[in-house]
């Protein structure tokens, strides 16, 4: 079993839609999260940290579900620059070790 | 400008030869890690440093080598024992202090073996 496991999608959104989606993590001593956007090609660039229940900022919020062990992200008022692929990090480790989920594709159309 | 480089963009090699990956920052960050990246896959820990003259073993170590002499850099040498070098890899940072887990990437090196 993958220790970071989300759905790849692709998860079609209208423009000015809201869309979410989940990550379930499978290390119960797993304290911290991130969310990681991903374009076509590039690197991943940090979006979201969620230390405790949860975050919002802007139209993104991540909430924490430790008693499931699952995060979501919601992308409210979904703009067409939204468009990437969404990767979701636990960390697993003491030190600070990542570990990756595969990603889950968003696409935003007019 | 802050950031992490790494060098080249693109990367054309002949198997049975090794090659090395440049990464090179200038957040003063501490740690400095390797990942590959290969399509439909998450990323995967090749090697980590937390501090200089140190470096760790990720998940995927096999077949790859890399040095930490300096703190700026970590390069990564691809040797002709990887199996499969075809990925994209992509070089990481963090900032100093605990707990500091955020990771900030270079734009990567896609690496084609033939």
């Known amino acids: 079993r993958k220790e970071v496991e989300q759905d790849p999608g692709p998860f079609n959104v209208p423009e000015g839609a809201t869309v979410a989606f989940n990550c379930t993590y499978s290390?119960?001593?797993?304290?911290?999260f991130f969310w990681y956007r991903q374009d076509c090609r590039k690197e991943p660039k940090l979006l979201m940290s969620?230390?405790?229940s949860g975050n919002e900022d802007g139209r993104f919020t991540a909430q924490l579900n430790r008693a499931s062990q699952y995060i979501s992200l919601l992308i409210r008022d979904s703009k067409l620059s939204d468009s990437a692929t969404y990767l979701c990090v636990a960390v697993t480790d003491s030190w600070g070790k990542l570990q990756f989920g595969a990603g889950t594709q968003v696409v935003v159309t007019p | 400008d802050g950031g992490i480089t790494q060098s080249p963009k693109y990367l054309f090699r002949k198997e049975g030869q090794n090659v090395t990956l440049s990464c090179e920052q200038n957040l003063n960050h501490d740690a400095m890690y390797w990942y590959r990246q290969d399509p439909g896959q998450g990323l995967r820990l090749i090697y980590y440093s937390q501090i200089v003259n140190d470096f760790q073993k990720g998940d995927i170590a096999e077949g790859y080598s890399v040095s930490r002499e300096k703190k700026e850099s970590f390069p990564l040498t691809v040797t002709s024992a990887q199996k499969n070098p075809t990925a994209f890899y992509l070089c990481?940072?963090?900032?100093?202090?605990?707990?500091?887990?955020?990771?900030?990437f270079g734009p990567g090196t896609r690496l084609t073996v033939t």
């Open positions: 969620v230390y405790s």
């Open positions: 290390n119960s001593a797993s304290q911290s």
């Open positions: 990481a940072s963090s900032p100093p202090g605990l707990p500091s887990y955020e990771q900030y």
